[in-house]
């Protein structure tokens, strides 16, 4: 759970309701709903989207439940490739058995898409629980520093261990990632060995197929409700405040000579 979220009523039942109904590899995540950081006072109830993410493992809402599966129903769980960040329900003994975050992580990012390709391979499953709702602070920028280079740097451990074949795609999409030092990452190799997880071709095959095709066409053609149009404006927004800082960023820690960067 993460801090800037204020729960609804009964947020918790329908998640632990549909947590002990699972195979114990469920991750599950509450549906979001927008509470603007322009006034803590307004509550937006936020449509229902399935996560994504683009090839340099940066999250995105990719589509709807209806858009993908004609016979869903809502309020119904349903299926998403990843989870958009740190909240979510797991029960805590497949947490540890499935190997946590990967600690050579530092500070920031990457940890959720590593997790998602984690679980969905290596036996588990994840899905958005709509009768779960949790107010989330959208805000335009975080309120705490963020190294953008530590933020490349875990997706590249995330696409090390996980990206198989398709890791040159990896590169393709963030171009800085190749020349980074991302440490080991032999102990998560042995982990997924250990778990005995499935390939990216079975990820992309039957859990994430729109990841090689037409990525945004899922969501398009379903109409916008304001609270659905705020909540793509606001992931536009963070996404073009990223990248800036992010460019400028890899400029001077990729810039400098190896001996001032070590
Ligand atoms: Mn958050």
């Not at 209806?66 to 990843?82: E, I, K």
């Not at 379903?222 to 992010?246: M, Q």
Request: proline share 8%; charged share 25%; with cysteine.
């Amino acid at each position: 759970m993460e801090p800037h979220c204020v729960v609804g009523r009964q947020w918790l039942e329908p998640l632990l309701q549909r947590l002990s109904e699972s195979p114990p590899g469920t991750v599950l995540m509450p549906t979001l709903d927008i509470i603007p950081e322009s006034d803590f006072g307004a509550y937006h109830i936020a449509q229902q989207f399935i996560g994504g993410f683009d090839w340099t493992l940066k999250f995105n809402w990719m589509g709807r439940p209806g858009a993908r599966n004609a016979s869903y129903q809502h309020p119904d769980p349903y299926p998403t490739p990843v989870l958009s960040g740190g909240i979510f329900a797991i029960w805590r003994e497949h947490w540890e058995r499935a190997g946590t975050y990967d600690e050579g992580m530092n500070e920031w990012g990457g940890e959720h898409i590593e997790m998602s390709l984690r679980t969905w391979r290596c036996g588990g499953r994840i899905e958005i629980v709509p009768c779960s709702r949790i107010g989330h602070l959208f805000r335009s920028r975080n309120p705490y520093s963020v190294d953008v280079a530590e933020v490349l740097r875990n997706e590249k451990r995330a696409a090390l261990v996980w990206l198989d074949e398709h890791l040159e795609r990896f590169y393709a999409a963030a171009p800085p990632a190749r020349g980074l030092d991302a440490g080991s990452v032999e102990e998560r190799l042995r982990l997924r060995a250990a778990l005995g997880c499935r390939s990216m071709g079975w990820y992309t095959e039957h859990v994430y197929p729109e990841l090689l095709g037409e990525q945004r066409a899922a969501g398009s053609p379903e109409p916008w409700t304001p609270a659905g149009a705020l909540a793509l404006a606001l992931g536009a927004l963070t996404g073009l405040l990223w990248l800036r800082p992010l460019a400028a960023k890899l400029q001077r820690v990729l810039g400098k000579p190896r001996s001032e960067r070590d």
